[in-house]
């Protein structure tokens, strides 16, 4: 039998503590750990002791290397009130101004320079990469012309030639011109690809003009048939509103007052009643105008870059049913529609066996298991869904064109 193990009684701890005091106290020391009047400790006037095994010893460690109590530490600073006085702002003079500028024409430029190596890699981004450098440069070059200008202390009259290239080329390098210079790319690019894929044979050379390398697939596959003799056309796109306005460069969007790229309805405060786009009644002039392609081709100053692409037009550029209908405008239309119906006496039947509010509550519930058992039975589209679709996307937002 295993026997239990031994405790020895050098293996025993004991957590004691003995405290004793003389009478011979000083006595500031006891005028600062108690009070005047009744005598008690006061809180928090002892130093910090940190626990530990060695007793009394290192009670007094502690209270050697703590911060004496009599050191009061600094009264805070009591803020003056303001007189109310608010000072006012100086402008810039022309030379502050154009050190500010030289500031940030540098890292511009190192932006600038990076952004340009990162697309030298990127397939058909060799137009967007040398845009990029050449800026870098144009702002380097700048940099320069403002430091001669400021070491020689300059007129405000040779400064201002300065300052407004410096602003015409910042508007140059604004992510609104990088990213459209980006999607007409990006369409150009899938306008020569549809085109050789309508075509169905394997095209020459690249979107450039390039030759291929020989060790590439596309060398190997130049001038032959694509996928069996099928070919392939444009048809459609489809996004959300965020995504359908940055694609297509569109400038009637959901937060201009002009809110709409395929009519001329308006909201805010100004709009003519007759044009707001809350306007359903029978008084609403919107409808009437809903733009054909070519009447977008004629309004748009800058039209979508999607236009090279062969097949397109403004009526395939489809709504996103999931965020308009079932998660938008749909709620609330069938809200409407279940309100209008029960207030006709389609469901009156149902309340002869209730009286006052519950007779509100057996409709709803009747309401819920038809439609709960339409959909099981037909689906939430209803037993056409691809006819519901097209008709959704061509003709309920009256996007024929």
Not at 29 to 36: E, F, G, H, S
Not at 133 to 140: F, V
Request: proline share 4%; net charge positive.
């Amino acid at each position: 039998m295993k026997c239990g193990e031994k405790v020895a009684q050098s293996d025993e701890t004991a957590e004691k503590l003995k405290l004793s005091a003389k009478t011979e106290v000083d006595q500031d020391l006891r005028m600062a750990l108690t009070d005047p009047d009744s005598g008690i400790l006061r809180p928090g006037a002892l130093p910090k002791i940190s626990a530990g095994r060695q007793g009394s010893k290192e009670l007094l460690d502690s209270m050697a290397k703590a911060r004496p109590i009599w050191q009061v530490s600094a009264p805070k600073k009591v803020q003056k009130p303001s007189s109310g006085e608010v000072e006012e702002a100086k402008p810039k003079t022309p030379l502050e101004r154009a050190t500010a500028i030289m500031s940030d024409l540098l890292p511009l430029a190192a932006t600038a320079r990076t952004q340009s190596i990162k697309l030298s890699t990127v397939e058909y981004a060799g137009e967007l990469s040398a845009q990029l450098l050449e800026h870098a440069k144009q702002l380097e070059g700048l940099f320069k012309k403002f430091k001669k200008a400021v070491d020689k202390k300059a007129s405000p009259a040779d400064l201002q030639p300065l300052f407004k290239q410096f602003d015409q080329m910042k508007l140059c390098g604004e992510k609104s011109k990088v990213r459209s210079a980006v999607e007409t790319t990006i369409a150009n690019v899938f306008a020569w690809s549809m085109k050789c894929s309508s075509s169905g044979v394997a095209p020459v050379t690249g979107f450039y003009d390039e030759e291929f390398k020989k060790t590439s697939y596309r060398y190997g596959m130049k001038g032959q048939t694509l996928a069996l003799g099928w070919r392939a056309c444009y048809f459609t796109m489809k996004a959300d509103l965020k995504a359908r306005h940055q694609m297509n460069l569109f400038q009637r969007w959901y937060r201009c007052s002009l809110l709409c790229d395929s009519c001329l309805a308006s909201s805010g405060k100004r709009s003519c009643r007759f044009m707001n786009y809350r306007n359903f009644g029978t008084s609403a002039a919107w409808p009437l105008t809903v733009l054909s392609h070519e009447d977008y081709l004629r309004l748009e100053a800058v039209p979508s870059p999607w236009v090279s692409v062969e097949g397109f037009r403004l009526g395939s550029v489809s709504w996103d049913l999931l965020h308009l209908i079932f998660l938008g405008h749909g709620r609330d239309l069938v809200a409407s529609a279940i309100r209008v119906i029960i207030r006709e006496g389609c469901y009156d039947y149902v309340c002869y066996d209730y009286v006052g509010s519950n007779q509100l509550d057996a409709i709803l519930s009747v309401v819920h298991k038809e439609i709960h058992d339409t959909c099981t039975k037909n689906g939430p589209l209803g037993p056409c869904p691809d006819i519901l679709y097209c008709q959704l996307s061509f003709y309920f937002f009256g996007m024929r064109s």
